[in-house]
Each structure stands twice: as C-alpha cells, then as structure tokens.
C-alpha cells in the first residue's frame, strides 16, 4: 500500500513540475520523484525556494549519474520560463546544451538558473544560499570563456 | 528574494510555485499576480501550474514517510500546502464568472406554514435551552479546544537528563557538550527562526538549519526539527526563538541577536516579530 507524508503533499507538486524539465513525463518522471523523497523524507518543513533548489540539485545529480547526451527534455515544458522565452535557442543555453558534462556540479547549477530559469546573481544567490559576488563571479568566468 | 521577474520580464518558474503554495509576501503577491493579470503567455503558465498541483501524485513508497497515511493509488493533491484555500483560477476568474448564475425563475417563494412547523421549532428552542445551560455550568468542550490553542508565542528548551528530558528556564544553568532540544508553541501558522549567539557573537542556525529566510512553522505547540549541542567556552548561550511575517531575512535578524541582554527583561528587538529568549548559563 502506499503512503502519503504532510511533506510528500505539500512538497510533491512543485518537484514533480522541476522534474519534467529534465525528465520526459511518465514513469522515468515518477520514479525520480519517489527517488527525491526516499532521500528528503527528514527535516522539517521547508519553503518553495529550498524545495526548488533540493529539486534542481537532484535531478542534475540524477541527469549526470545516468548516460544520455542531453541535459533538459526536448520539447521543454510548454509552461516552464525556457520554453516561454525561446531561451534554447540563447547562446549561453546551446553552450550549456552541448558541454553540460564537462562542467563541475556548482558551477552545472548555476548555469542552468542562469540560462534555464533566467535568474539574475542575486536571485540565483539567494537560492543557492551563496553571496551574490561569488554568483556573478561564476556567471562572469563563463561568459569569458563563451566569449573567447 | 530581490526582483521577482525573470530576466526578461516575465515570471521565474519558482515565483509561480511559490504562488500556488500560497508562499510569497502580500507585497510579492501582488507583483506576481499582477504580472499574470496583464501577461497572457504567464497567465497561461500559471493556470497549467494550478492544473499540476490538483493531479494525481504517485504514491509514496512505505519506508519514504514521517507520518504515513494510508492513500489509494493515485492520490488528488487538492490543496497541497494546507494553505491555499482558494485556487489561482477562481482568483484570477472576473467575479460574474466565479459565481453560479441564479435560476430564471419568476416563482414567488412559497410561504411558510407555521402551524405544522411549530413541533419542529419547539424541538430546537429545547434543545438550545439545553445547550445554554450546559455553557453556563462550566461543562463546554468548545471552550476546552480552545484552551489548547497556545496564546502566546513561546519556546521551550530541552535537555536529556538519564533518558528523560529536563526543561531548562531562562537563566539557567547547562553544561558544556549538552545536546539540546526544543518546543514551540505558536498561536498562527508564521515563518519561525531559531537560533543561538553566545558572548563571543557566535551565531548558530538552529531552524531552518540553511537558507536565507525563515521557514513557515504551523500553529500549535509542536517539537522543533533541529537540535544544538553547547559548545565553546563558559559564558551565556542565548536562544533566540522569532516569528516574523514572511519574507523575514534571517541574517537580518541574526545581526541584531548582540542587544539581547546576559539577564533580566529583554526588549522588543524585532519589532515586527514575536520573540522568545531563554538564556543559559554554560559552565564546562
């Protein structure tokens, strides 16, 4: 029989929605999601912003741990900000879409809120827990590299 | 967070989660409604946001949860957070659409027949007779729930002493290497933050143990998640327990902890927070 936690209720929607921009909708979907809760089933309760972050740290964790070539699904979500603002097709995301595996987890993290989501230093700073200098720092070697 | 708009001016992903979870300050709210009021594309992305958090969820497996509840295979999420009580849709539909459309009906109301409800009426004047004088000895179980109900903001700090917790008042005194635990009680639902700062301006993030604001906590007196073993030198531990509208910054609340006195009554320091302070002498 299954069960259901306060957590798991509250928490499941927004985590399932990060979900299926890195996992086609389905069963590979569902099976990250019992995944991401099997790992977070302790703590108290968290807001949106923390919930986001564990979700995006998860499934770029379980993206990287598996053997496909691409980072996000293909079509996006047609309600998720990158398919809204045509971000695929910015420079930075195609960077991103074609060299993801060779970036380290902090710096893959920051990038997919710069690129993905279209979050300025500050905003990526505050969901990362980081200062923001050490955001824009990141944001700002990767773009001299882009740029070189 | 700082500008609620992603960079091009349209509304971050996580802004419309933290709006369906019913989760952004009344002054954020506005921002981010307003925006999906005027922008159809995230307009549209917040209606199919609201669709998400009402479909079936998978169920959890058996060892994944805190607090199981037996659940059908697929699960209505209905109102996640406990605390949006009124959908994105309903709030974002024009009033004439929200409201059923009353009956063309040209009927006159038909009138009541006193007679033959007067049994009726005299059952209920009785039985209100009996429920007033039940109020009136003393025996209301109404009263009693609400009794429950803590009226004031509090913290209680714990210590394991041989297998059973002790509850340390203010002033005091533990010992180095103490593992302690907590309790709040807290009369409404509201962003908690707890944490210590010793005489040195050490200052340990007891709950939430990360992040940079405080953490919704329901009301009620309830175990806080998160405990702090004592460490350092002797001197004075202060706990510092504050429940703060949303969007409270905790570092912003952590910088003034230094006007919380060793002793005696302690001022309002966060003027816009309940607050609670237990001090403990720490001796090695």
């Known amino acids: 029989?299954?069960?259901?936690?306060?957590?798991?209720?509250?928490?499941?929607?927004?985590?399932?929605?990060?979900?299926?921009?890195?996992?086609?909708?389905?069963?590979?979907?569902?099976?990250?999601?019992?995944?991401?809760?099997?790992?977070?089933?302790?703590?108290?309760?968290?807001?949106?912003?923390?919930?986001?972050?564990?979700?995006?740290?998860?499934?770029?964790?379980?993206?990287?741990?598996?053997?496909?070539?691409?980072?996000?699904?293909?079509?996006?979500?047609?309600?998720?900000?990158?398919?809204?603002?045509?971000?695929?097709?910015?420079?930075?995301?195609?960077?991103?879409?074609?060299?993801?595996?060779?970036?380290?987890?902090?710096?893959?993290?920051?990038?997919?809120?710069?690129?993905?989501?279209?979050?300025?230093?500050?905003?990526?700073?505050?969901?990362?827990?980081?200062?923001?200098?050490?955001?824009?720092?990141?944001?700002?070697?990767?773009?001299?590299?882009?740029g070189a | 967070m700082n500008s609620r708009l992603a960079r091009d001016g349209h509304l971050l992903d996580l802004d419309v989660d933290a709006l369906l979870r019913g989760e952004l300050s009344l002054e954020h709210r506005n921002d981010v409604e307003g925006h999906a009021l005027a922008c159809i594309s995230c307009r549209r992305r917040v209606d199919?946001?609201?669709?998400?958090?009402?479909?079936?969820?998978?169920?959890?497996?058996?060892?994944?949860?805190?607090?199981?509840?037996?659940?059908?295979?697929?699960?209505p999420t209905g109102s996640p957070a406990g605390r949006r009580t009124v959908s994105w849709k309903e709030f974002s539909k024009?009033?004439?659409?929200?409201?059923?459309?009353?009956?063309?009906?040209?009927?006159?109301?038909?009138?009541?027949?006193?007679?033959?409800?007067?049994?009726?009426?005299?059952?209920?004047?009785?039985?209100?007779?009996?429920?007033?004088?039940?109020?009136?000895?003393?025996?209301d179980t109404s009263a009693q729930e609400v009794s429950r109900a803590p009226s004031t903001f509090s913290l209680r700090v714990y210590r394991e002493r041989e297998g059973s917790p002790e509850r340390l008042l203010d002033s005091s005194t533990a010992r180095i290497g103490d593992r302690l635990d907590f309790e709040v009680s807290t009369p409404k639902s509201a962003p908690l933050l707890i944490f210590s700062t010793n005489g040195q301006g050490e200052v340990k993030q007891i709950f939430p143990k990360s992040g940079v604001v405080a953490l919704e906590m329901a009301s009620g007196n309830q175990p806080v998640p998160g405990s702090l073993t004592l460490s350092g030198g002797p001197g004075v531990e202060r706990i510092i327990a504050l429940s703060c509208p949303e969007g409270m910054v905790i570092a912003e609340a952590t910088a003034l902890a230094g006007g919380v006195p060793e002793s005696g009554k302690t001022p309002s320091i966060w003027p816009d927070c309940d607050q609670s302070i237990v001090r403990l002498k720490t001796l090695l």
């Open chain 1, 1 to 146: 029989m299954g069960v259901l936690t306060p957590q798991y209720l509250r928490d499941a929607p927004l985590v399932r929605r990060r979900i299926r921009l890195f996992f086609a909708n389905g069963e590979s979907a569902d099976e990250v999601l019992l995944d991401f809760f099997e790992r977070q089933s302790q703590g108290g309760p968290r807001g949106a912003e923390a919930v986001w972050a564990l979700a995006t740290k998860h499934c770029l964790r379980r993206v990287r741990d598996s053997d496909r070539r691409d980072l996000l699904v293909s079509p996006l979500p047609s309600d998720s900000w990158a398919a809204q603002s045509g971000a695929g097709e910015a420079p930075g995301m195609r960077a991103l879409a074609h060299g993801w595996r060779s970036e380290s987890p902090v710096m893959l993290e920051v990038l997919v809120y710069a690129e993905v989501d279209g979050m300025s230093a500050s905003q990526i700073a505050d969901v990362m827990g980081k200062p923001r200098g050490w955001v824009a720092d990141l944001v700002r070697a990767r773009s001299s590299t882009l």
């Open chain 2, 48 to 75: 199919k946001g609201d669709d998400d958090y009402r479909s079936p969820l998978p169920p959890l497996k058996a060892s994944a949860g805190l607090t199981p509840q037996p659940a059908e295979p697929a699960v």
């Open chain 2, 94 to 139: 024009p009033q004439n659409e929200s409201r059923p459309p009353k009956p063309a009906t040209t009927e006159k109301s038909t009138p009541v027949d006193w007679k033959r409800q007067a049994p009726t009426l005299l059952l209920l004047a009785g039985v209100l007779v009996v429920i007033i004088f039940m109020s009136s000895s003393g025996d």
